[in-house]
């Protein structure tokens, strides 16, 4: 399966299905050096792991990451990490009428008709399941971004198109779905600061592409909006332009309708992100659909699933963007020959 790899110094590879006995990652380019520890991975692992409450699927698993290469004596040798995820609470019975069917909104269809054979069990590959190795892999490089000053700030937006000052509406919003067999969008906003001017390259690595394509590769991310995103369509440019003042010797903007990338570099602002959900395709309500054998029926589906998918995918937001601005910052090293004559001199 090609496209399992993503990043050009700083590589992330995922590994393992939905129900398989374990999943995770492994990072390469991670420089020698740093501490690292199991115990890293808990605030972020905790923060995607569903808790059985009303905005998750029951199906809860220990999300313990086991760190089986690259690690000497708590510190990183600059060896590939193998990261492992266990697997405990698969019902992968649950799932035998999903290997002879396409489950509407899923990825069933699809995956047989690209490769004629797929793990049905839990989606296989194309579970959200496999964003728990992503996290594990941001973990790491949240906490190089960190040694750097850069920190995130990553919410849920909206749930149900009902923002998240009323949190009373969105819990009344999933419930109401949830009683209905059904599920709702949601969307996902994530602030990065502390992103130093220069980040990112041109012609086709430009930041806010290299962002778009961790942010898109995630399960039902549906849209993406930088800064000002699609508003910036309606807008004249004497409003979206930002304007550039000089603040203690250094270039600053009074706005950021840019979200800080101009360019495709980083231009010094926090870079802001809106990612957009679709609301989660597996539902009990009945809907129609078509079996392997190209029989129509109406299904109903059966197993453990989110009803709202933000409150567990900001994280994964969250991860993707540091694993994926670690790894251009670690590029634009080379970008000036100053830079390249204070390393080697
Ligand atoms: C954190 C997270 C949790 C998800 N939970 C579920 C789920 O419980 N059930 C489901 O059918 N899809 C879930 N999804 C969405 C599917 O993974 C996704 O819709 C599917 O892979 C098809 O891909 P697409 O929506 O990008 O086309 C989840 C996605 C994420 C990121």
Not at 90 to 101: F, I, N, P, V, W
Not at 123 to 136: D, F, I, K, L
Not at 276 to 292: A, D, G, L, N
Request: charged fraction near 25%.
């Amino acid at each position: 399966m090609a496209g399992s790899s993503i990043g050009k110094i700083f590589t992330v590879t995922t590994w393992g299905e939905s129900h398989g006995p374990a999943l995770g990652a492994v990072v390469e380019g991670c420089p020698a050096g740093l501490p690292l520890s199991p115990e890293d991975f808990t605030p972020f692992m905790e923060r995607r792991r569903p808790n059985g409450g009303r905005f998750s699927t029951k199906r809860v698993e220990a999300d313990l990451v086991e760190i089986l290469s690259g690690v000497y004596e708590g510190v990183t040798t600059g060896a590939p990490i193998l990261l492992l995820i266990r697997s405990t609470d698969q019902h992968s019975s649950d799932y035998d009428e999903t290997a002879r069917l396409y489950r509407p909104g899923h990825a069933d269809y699809t995956f047989d008709a690209k490769y004629g054979i797929r793990d049905p069990r839990g989606g296989g590959r194309s579970s959200a399941r496999e964003t728990a190795a992503r996290v594990a892999a941001g973990a790491i490089a949240a906490k190089i971004l960190r040694a750097l000053g850069i920190s995130f700030d990553t919410q849920v937006a909206a749930i149900g198109g009902i923002s998240a000052s009323d949190p009373e509406k969105q819990a009344a919003c999933v419930d109401a779905a949830r009683k209905e067999g059904d599920s709702v969008g949601s969307e996902v906003i994530c602030r990065i600061s502390g992103v130093p001017a220069g980040i990112g390259d041109p012609v086709f690595d430009k930041l806010d592409a290299r962002l778009a394509q961790a942010v898109f590769s995630i399960g039902a991310v549906k849209a993406l909006d930088i800064g000002a995103g699609r508003e910036a369509s309606k807008m004249r440019g004497s409003d979206h332009n930002d304007p550039l003042r000089m603040a203690d010797g250094i270039v600053t903007k009074t706005s950021n309708h840019a979200g800080g990338i101009l360019g495709g570099i980083s231009d010094g602002s926090p870079i802001l992100l809106h990612v957009y959900f679709k609301p989660t395709p597996s539902i009990s309500k009945p809907q129609e659909t078509v079996t392997k054998d190209g029989e129509n029926i109406d299904l109903s589906i059966r197993g453990r699933h989110d009803p709202v998918i933000a409150p567990r995918a900001a994280v994964v937001v969250e991860a993707m963007c540091a694993v994926t601005l670690l790894d251009a910052m670690l590029v634009n090293m080379s970008a000036k020959m100053t830079s390249v004559i204070d390393f080697y001199k």
